[in-house]
């Protein structure tokens, strides 16, 4: 109700925000997949500092979310009670560094490798050109992610036999109470797709330090390049989409799955499963979250009929139907 808003109003007073602070606003606009519902407060920090008396103003209750591009999400039609923290505007700041031990890469390794610094905001393929551009090389399957750092960082992101934490050296966190930490990777349960705090700690990624191998910068871009031209040749970039919807089972690969139980160009209302990626659901125009949803357990129900194998899902799937 409108108490929730003028609370908050007189709350950002209070602390002196700087940022950006909305009521209302559709989801639609700020996740890849262009449906969904309505969060009561979507907030925009400046930068760490501002986020961080933002988050130590904030009703201890207060539902929060982090999203960078919403490129991995899904706010279902009935909306989301609480806050929004949008990071992609905000934490932008990407940097090289030498290896020392502030960054968690050792001052020997300083000839052999480097460090790059990326906040939570910074979009996934930027990082990539960023360290090709510094001579690094390693980064380059950060191109085929279409999210943020602080994305790739909690879902642990990879495509092309490649994931995130295998480079991470150090990241630094924000807690629920708008405390910074710097945190090492041995912290945290890293798999496949998954990321968890081994202290079971409430709090969210603003940034990591990368250290790469020092190599040819141009042989890097190339690849970068190769691996764009692959991408829109086999995925259906043109329409929304969220990426891959579902994990890869050991050993195989969902889109064979899907595709084997001839479910590719199966529609519900407008969400689609792709024909050309059998892992990716499009929006071809108007579809709700419900439609999305529905389409994700039906593909799921099938191809645990067809196969006996439960896919599982990639995407994020928040608020009320």
């Known amino acids: 109700g409108d108490g929730g808003g003028q609370m908050m109003a007189a709350l950002k007073k209070l602390m002196h925000l700087r940022g950006e602070l909305l009521e209302e606003v559709s989801m639609a606009r700020h996740v890849s997949w262009r449906a969904g519902g309505v969060v009561e407060r979507f907030y925009t920090p400046v930068d760490i500092e501002d986020l961080s008396l933002f988050l130590q103003g904030l009703p201890p209750d207060e539902p929060v979310y982090f999203i960078g591009l919403g490129s991995n999400l899904l706010v279902r039609d009935g909306g989301l009670r609480g806050t929004v923290v949008h990071l992609h505007a905000a934490l932008s700041d990407i940097h090289f560094e030498a ?31 960023f360290a090709a551009n510094h001579d690094l090389v390693g980064a380059e399957f950060l191109a ?7 994305g790739a960082l909690a879902m642990n992101a990879g495509c092309y036999g490649r994931e995130t934490w295998e480079f991470v050296s150090l990241v630094q966190t924000i807690d629920r109470h708008g405390e910074v930490h710097i945190r090492t990777p ?14 079971e700690r409430e709090d969210w990624f603003l940034a990591a330090w990368l250290r790469f191998p020092k190599g040819d910068g141009t042989a890097a871009r190339e690849e970068i390049k190769r691996l764009l031209a692959k ?9 929304p989409n969220a990426g891959s919807v579902f994990r890869n089972p050991p050993g195989d690969y969902a889109a064979r799955l899907i595709e084997g139980c001839g479910l590719k160009g199966l529609q519900i209302g407008q969400a689609q499963v792709s024909a050309k990626h ?8 108007g579809a709700s979250a419900s439609d999305i949803e529905s389409l ?11 196969t006996g194998v439960a896919l599982e899902r990639e995407v994020r799937i928040i ?3």
């Not at 001052?107 to 050109?129: F, I, L, M």
């Not at 085929?144 to 602080?150: E, K, L, Q, S």
């Not at 991408?231 to 329409?239: D, F, H, T, Y």
């Open 144 to 150: 085929g992610i279409p999210g943020t750092m602080g």
């Open 231 to 239: 991408r829109v040749a086999s995925q259906p970039l043109a329409l």
């Open 296 to 306: 994700i357990e039906t593909v799921q129900q099938a191809v645990l009929d067809k």
């Open 319 to 321: 608020g009320d139907k």
């Open 186 to 199: 041995n912290e945290f349960d890293i798999a496949y797709r998954h990321v968890a705090d081994k202290s």
């Open 99 to 129: 290896c020392d031990s502030r960054n968690g890469c050792a001052e020997q390794d300083a000839d052999t490798h480097g460090v790059v610094y990326a906040q939570a905001g910074v979009a996934s393929p930027k990082v990539a050109r």
């Open 278 to 285: 059998a892992n990716f659901i499009v929006n071809l125009g």
